[in-house]
Nanobody
Framework: QVRLVESGGGPVQAGGTLRLSCAAS????????MGWFRQAPGKEREGVAA???????YGADSMKGRFTISRDTDKNTLNLQMNSLQPGATARYYC????????????????????WGQGTQVTVSS
């Protein structure tokens, strides 16, 4: 059983930065496809970025260049660095893990992920 716990969310002004972390237990972050998703009120949960067990990185086009996914195998954490945040980024951010190393083209489909954290709220004010 994989347990995921997110942290690092909070309020931030437009143009600011946040770094989210997801502490994993029960499996190494390098053994699983790991992803970040977000869900704003009234909207579907959408994929933000993912990193495969072999290091392949995937990301939503709208966030490339501003959001960076990484992992720390020593701490067994998944991270999301978010720069130049805008109010449209306000959402609850979730960490997710698949029971396979491969992310592939389905990286942004929430149904392929087997484990989820409880999420951390990010609120960007203008």
């Amino acid at each position: 059983q994989v347990r995921l716990v997110e942290s690092g969310g909070g309020p931030v002004q437009a143009g600011g930065t946040l770094r989210l972390s997801c502490a994993a237990s029960g499996s190494s972050v390098s053994n699983n496809c790991m992803g970040w998703f977000r869900q704003a009120p009234g909207k579907e949960r959408e994929g933000v970025a993912a990193i495969g067990g072999y290091g392949s990185v995937y990301g939503a086009d709208s966030m490339k260049g501003r959001f960076t996914i990484s992992r720390d195998t020593d701490k067994n954490t998944l991270n999301l660095q978010m720069n130049s945040l805008q109010p449209g980024a306000t959402a609850r951010y979730y960490c997710a893990a698949r029971s396979t190393r491969l992310c592939s083209i389905v990286w942004d489909q929430r149904t392929v992920y087997d484990y989820w954290g409880q999420g951390t709220q990010v609120t960007v004010s203008s």
